[in-house]
């Protein structure tokens, strides 16, 4: 199957901020064959299907011996790109991929902008990272509600484990350090994401022009703190060095709701101007093509870059340049060989404390 043939054709709104003339990628069903490959047809589940080749309980006399330890060897430089297809989300192993001796990888899990789009950034950036990209429409509300459930990003690293594990030869594969990257609409399932447990296990928050938020007076423009809160509570903890978030945004109005330049400037308001950890190199092109460069902040490993632009284009041009802006800085955080020292990322680990429940529904 062609690229083109995976793509959706979007119709035109209304809306200034919209995916309408951006690509997406349609989710291959099970047997596809997917842009670079055959397709793998293993999906999240709903629910995990009992495993039918588990070992029954054994009396005493019946006991096996105990099994000899699993000695986990490096893992091999993958020699092609692999793809795996689920509802909604395309799984991609670029080439090269390859996983730590004791079987942890980088996960990014991008949400809302076509697999043949932020796939190639992955590439550009340099990144050795799995990356699921996420897709469920338009308008921040599905991503809000569908990740309202925490178990629905248990099982993504399930299935990034299972994918990496059988079709990279990685024994024991398990995901390590995470990256939550979202354009446009995609910020809703950040949004949701980060006030759960799963945050602990979140190294890094990339929004390409998708921050947004409602006002609590629409006249007065002021935004809403409840519903910048996850937000910022990361920006203030990425101040310090030890998390990376990084903004990028247009100059797009928005009427009703926060635009992504008035959330950035909130951003920046509420964290501290001098922290403790140094800004670093955090480099990114004064021009990209379709992008012009207006301002730029560093504070630790919080990086806020402004561009030119207020059409639908240029929202667009934002996502198909994240191999040029956002995923660098992950490459540059993660280069640092830092590996997470809170709690394992993974099946199991998630509860629901807090989720908000509403937002705007950009119609990126």
């Not at 951006?22 to 670079?36: K, L, N, V, Y």
């Not at 920046?268 to 990209?288: R, S």
Request: hydrophobic share 40%; with cysteine.
């Amino acid at each position: 199957m062609s690229v083109g043939s995976m793509r959706k054709s979007s119709s035109s709104l209304t809306l200034a901020i919209t995916v309408a003339i951006c690509a997406f990628a349609r989710p291959a069903s099970p047997g596809e064959i997917g842009p670079r490959g055959p397709s793998e047809a293993v999906a999240p589940a709903a629910h995990p299907e009992p495993n039918a080749s588990a070992p029954v309980a054994r009396s005493a006399e019946e006991a096996p011996p105990p099994a000899a330890p699993v000695v986990i060897a490096p893992s091999r430089l993958l020699k092609e790109a692999v793809h795996a297809y689920g509802t909604g989300a395309v799984l991609y192993l670029p080439e090269g991929f390859h996983a730590d001796r004791d079987g942890s990888f980088d996960l990014v899990v991008h949400f809302h902008g076509g697999a043949p789009i932020v796939e190639p950034s992955l590439v550009r950036a340099g990144l050795n990272a799995a990356l699921v990209t996420v897709n469920l429409g338009i308008g921040s509300g599905v991503y809000q509600t569908t990740y309202q459930d925490p178990t629905r990003l248990e099982h993504t690293f399930a299935w990034a484990n299972a994918i990496v594990e059988k079709r990279a030869g990685v024994a024991g594969a398990h995901v390590g350090r995470l990256a939550l990257s979202a354009w446009s609409a995609g910020y809703g399932a950040v949004m949701t994401i980060l006030p759960q447990q799963h945050s602990v296990g979140v190294d890094a928050v990339l929004l390409a022009d998708g921050l947004h938020a409602g006002y609590l007076d629409a006249r007065r423009h002021t935004i809403d703190p409840l519903r910048m809160g996850p937000f910022l509570r990361f920006a203030v903890e990425a101040t310090s060095g030890t998390k990376l978030m990084g903004v990028t945004h247009s100059a797009i109005e928005t009427y009703g709701y926060a635009s992504t330049t008035e959330t950035a400037a909130y951003l920046l308001a509420h964290t501290p101007t001098d922290p403790q950890a140094p800004a670093g190199e955090a480099q990114i092109p004064g021009d990209l093509p379709g992008l012009a460069r207006t301002s730029n902040d560093d504070r630790g490993g919080l990086h806020v870059r402004g561009f030119e632009g207020v059409t639908k284009k240029d929202h667009c041009a934002h996502v198909w340049s994240l191999g040029e802006t956002l995923f660098p800085l992950l490459g540059g955080f993660w280069s640092r060989g830092e590996k997470p020292s809170a709690a394992p990322v993974g099946p199991g680990s998630a509860a629901v404390s807090g989720a908000p429940s509403s937002s705007p529904a950009s119609s990126g």
